[in-house]
T-cell receptor, first 114, second 114 residues
Framework: DAGVTQTPRHEVAEKGQTIILKCEPV?????LFWYRQTKIQGLELLSY????????DGGAFKDRFKAEMLNSSFSTLKIQPTEPKDSAVYLC????????????FGPGTRLTVL | GDSVTQTEGQVALSEEDFLTIHCNYS??????LFWYVQYPGEGPQLLFR?????EKGSSRGFEATYDKGTTSFHLRKASVQESDSAVYYC?????????????FGKGTLLTVTP
């Protein structure tokens, strides 16, 4: 079975640019999560979808970060405009849903903003 | 809100040493507890989980016991190997309701030298 796919694996952007990161969850999974990972903060939740409906939108990230899920097999995370402090690894994860459900993570996109 | 505290940010051991990574949580209900492991260049992957008081989770020689009295879920391994070098995350999932997001600790970088 295919796992979670994320593209691109690496992205370099100039300050002020708009970038779009892509994620394909595991087929049949109902829940999809976007995280930001940094050495200092660890894993921070950006957005959480259940069956394409937005369940949670990380408050601190609302102004320039927008995640969308147009269909059950594809999600995007747009950062507009990018700032150097956005340099991090962005992880997408999916799960079947449920309190004990395992989240399956993609390999991440490493974003560098110059 | 819910929170997870991992005491150790970094742990450096030699092969065959005993490992303990401390994890304490704060939650209003009865959460499910998880340990995830992340190898370089990959997303986190589930090591194991536990849902009830006194339940032991285990995998690949690692183990942890859910302790509701001390609100802890400490990770232990009797004899570490170089291949265990990775970042370890403790996490919890809220009990009840329909929000299945995970709250992660800050992570512990384990480095094992031969």
């Amino acid at each position: 079975d295919a796992g979670v796919t994320q593209t691109p694996r690496h992205e370099v952007a100039e300050k002020g640019q708009t970038i779009i990161l892509k994620c394909e969850p595991v087929s049949g999974h109902n829940d999809l999560f976007w995280y930001r990972q940094t050495k200092i903060q660890g894993l921070e939740l950006l957005s959480y979808f259940r069956s394409k409906s937005l369940m949670e939108d990380g408050g601190a990230f609302k102004d320039r970060f927008k995640a969308e899920m147009l269909n059950s097999s594809f999600s995007t995370l747009k950062i507009q405009p990018t700032e150097p402090k956005d340099s991090a690894v962005y992880l997408c994860a999916s799960s079947l849903g449920g309190t004990s459900a395992e989240q399956f993570f993609g390999p991440g996109t490493r974003l560098t903003v110059l | 809100g819910d929170s997870v505290t991992q005491t150790e940010g970094q742990v450096a051991l030699s092969e065959e040493d005993f490992l303990t990574i401390h994890c304490n949580y704060s939650a209003s209900g009865y959460p499910t507890l998880f340990w995830y492991v992340q190898y370089p260049g990959e997303g986190p992957q589930l090591l194991f989980r536990a849902s009830r008081d006194k339940e032991k989770g285990s995998s690949r020689g690692f183990e942890a016991t859910y302790d509701k009295g001390t609100t802890s879920f400490h990770l232990r391994k009797a004899s570490v190997q170089e291949s265990d070098s990775a970042v370890y995350y403790c996490a919890l999932s809220e009990s009840g309701g329909s929000n299945y997001k995970l709250t992660f600790g800050k992570g512990t970088l384990l480095t094992v030298t031969p």
